[in-house]
């Protein structure tokens, strides 16, 4: 099985039931202040073009974790949540502001798992915009995108370290909110926090966290889920680089 122990070398840490109450209560009280409001946009074109095709890559991918009963739901949030063709900037706006003033007042463990989700959102959005402008530039795409340029893309990019990180982000994303789900109250924490949340106008990002909290307790354990989606994540990154001549072999899914 192929890991991401040497981007990631650590668990994200575990936080108690009394930090998962502070996050929310902190949530709820709209704490560190005013949100800042981001204009409403669709996507670019381009990025629009390329993210519906990494999703359609992706639900092929995985499509065994879609068609699960247990799995469906984590992986229909990963597809929608992190990959989805549309634009996240108020969501990544609340979550990067509400992170900023939180790790101020809450121990690291409290924080881990919203750290990471800011930065692999900056980081996906800046592989996208080079992996776009790639295929855009020395590839010839406009209107659709093929496998092969797709691989090409990467290629050109010449950037493997980082999106290997990316993948590693991933697992710490999808690990951190498994161990949250096991924090006691913090489901019920997490519904008392609805109400005010939207009030205080961050109801997106409330949104955001609920949805990712049910989908992974619905699972009922995140370690064959993730070890499926790395597994296959990082071979294909590594047919990538290595001129796998049968793409769709590669990005089937069916060695992991």
């Not at 092929?60 to 949030?77: Q, V």
């Not at 101020?104 to 959005?125: I, Q």
């Not at 019920?188 to 409330?206: D, F, K, Y």
């Not at 609920?210 to 992974?216: M, T």
Request: net charge neutral; proline share 5%.
């Amino acid at each position: 099985m192929m890991t991401t122990d040497q981007a990631t070398p650590h668990e994200p840490p575990i936080p108690t039931a009394g930090d998962a109450a502070k996050l929310l209560t902190n949530l709820a009280g709209a704490r560190p202040g005013p949100r800042r409001v981001v204009e409403e946009r669709e996507l670019s074109p381009e990025i629009a073009l390329l993210r519906r095709f990494q999703s359609q890559r992706l639900a092929r991918t995985h499509g065994d974790l879609l068609a699960s009963p247990r799995y469906r739901p984590a992986a229909e949030f990963f597809l929608t949540d992190v990959y989805g063709p549309r634009d996240f900037g108020q969501r990544d706006a609340d979550m990067l502001r509400f992170y900023a003033g939180v790790r101020k007042v809450l121990p690291e463990r409290a924080v881990a798992v919203l750290g990471d989700v800011v930065e692999l959102s900056a980081l996906t959005n800046e592989l996208d915009e080079q992996l776009i402008r790639a295929m855009i530039s020395h590839l010839n795409v406009t209107d659709a995108i093929t496998l092969a340029q797709y691989a090409e893309g990467y290629r050109l990019c010449d950037n493997y370290a980082e999106r290997r990180h990316q993948i590693a982000l991933i697992e710490r994303v999808g690990r951190g909110i498994d161990r949250m789900v096991h924090v006691p109250l913090i489901g019920v924490s997490l519904r008392l926090a609805h109400a005010p949340a939207v009030l205080a106008g961050w109801g997106e990002l409330q949104s955001y966290l609920e949805r990712g909290f049910l989908a992974f307790k619905h699972m009922k354990g995140a370690d064959e889920f993730l070890q499926r989606i790395i597994g296959r994540e990082l071979h294909i990154l590594d047919g990538f680089f290595a001129h796998e001549p049968d793409l769709e072999r590669l990005t089937s899914g069916l060695r992991y």
